[in-house]
């Protein structure tokens, strides 16, 4: 106590969204209440596949894939005004605190067999990287290396002239353009195996993590286990 209070007064540590003084004993930079809404999921019934709330039985957001690639997928929170917020500071500003927090939160859900398990992010091009924002994930994905994960980076490839952007596009256009944006390199066909995680920052049509999970199992992978921070909401017409 008398520790953390000289910490504040010397240092003014804030939370990093809300700038409370309340902050969190394990995460240092954040209050206990942002923690909580980051972390608490409150809903009756999800689909099994994809997280998705169900108001019916027929799920609104995986029956639109042709097939399902990955087989186990998780998240950490909906994307909404609160965690839409946070992806906000993380695209402008490269937050890279708020990727330690990512990886912090995904530690905590205890997902990830250390030992057997390998951890991938969805690739970016060189000129996105370059930009802020996916490069990011790129980070977590050290983060992750740093201590002790099995990490694989570039199996497969975004490709760098993908000029037409997804927002103006057809909702059907979006599911064919996916395929033309991403592409596995011949010598990684079916080069690898086992269980592999595949990460992304937010799951909103699911079709950026479905066809990186078809393409990881192209290249050998048994399971793939896709993964995004947050989990967009289809809202229902
Ligand atoms: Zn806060
Ligand atoms: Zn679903």
Known sequence: MIISLVKQ????TRCFICASRNLN??????????????????YQNACAVCGHPLLTEKCPSCNKFETV???RYDFIQFYN???K???????????FMIIKLFYKLIISKSI????????TVVPDN?????????????????LFKIH???TLKNIYRRKLFFIKKQKSKSKSGRFYDITKQYYLPKKNINKFSGNIILIDDVYTSGATLNYGSHILKKAGFDKVHAFSVFRAVIREE
């Open 112 to 119: 990830i067999n250390k030992n057997s398990d390998y951890i």
């Open 69 to 71: 690639y990955f087989d």
């Open 85 to 95: 917020n946070i992806i906000y500071k993380l695209k402008l500003s490269g937050n």
């Open 126 to 142: 060189l000129f996105t990287s370059l930009k802020k924002g996916r490069s990011g994930l790129n980070y977590l994905l050290f």
């Open 25 to 42: 004993e394990k995460i240092d930079f954040l209050c206990d209440d942002c923690l909580s809404y980051l972390t608490e999921v409150n």
């Open 81 to 83: 005004d609160f965690t």
């Open 148 to 150: 002790g994960y099995k």
């Open 9 to 12: 007064l010397l240092f003014d």
